[in-house]
Nanobody, 124 residues
Framework: QVHLVESGGGLVQAGGSLRLSCVAS????????MGWYRQAPGKQREFVAS???????NYAESVKGRVAISRHSAENTVDLQINGLKPEDTAVYYC??????????????????WGQGTQVTISS
């Protein structure tokens, strides 16, 4: 199994910054991509940012210019730096990771895992 644990959420004033982190552990053999999604109250989960390898990044238009995603391959971690926070950034942020894992038979299987989410609340 693969486990993801997010950290770094909290209550921040508008205009401030925060850094979310996610670490993948368990039977991970390799990781294709890591990313972040968010879900605001009453809305569907939406894509925020992703990274493949260490440099191939992609961002949602709504956060482009304010967000930076980075990956630390040796530690299987991915960070999301968000600057210029706005009240509309308030949401539960989820880490998403895809890759290969060692399965129960001793072979390898692809996986996609989600973290439990971390709450980010922006006060105006």
């Amino acid at each position: 199994q693969v486990h993801l644990v997010e950290s770094g959420g909290g209550l921040v004033q508008a205009g401030g910054s925060l850094r979310l982190s996610c670490v993948a552990s368990g039977s991970v053999i390799s990781i294709y991509a890591m990313g972040w999604y968010r879900q605001a109250p009453g809305k569907q989960r939406e894509f925020v940012a992703s990274i493949k390898g260490t440099r191939n990044t992609n961002y949602a238009e709504s956060v482009k210019g304010r967000v930076a995603i980075s990956r630390h391959s040796a530690e299987n971690t991915v960070d999301l730096q968000i600057n210029g926070l706005k009240p509309e950034d308030t949401a539960v942020y989820y880490c998403n990771v895809g890759g290969l894992m060692q399965d129960s038979s001793g072979g390898t299987s692809p996986f996609e895992a989600w973290g439990q989410g971390t709450q980010v609340t922006i006060s105006s």
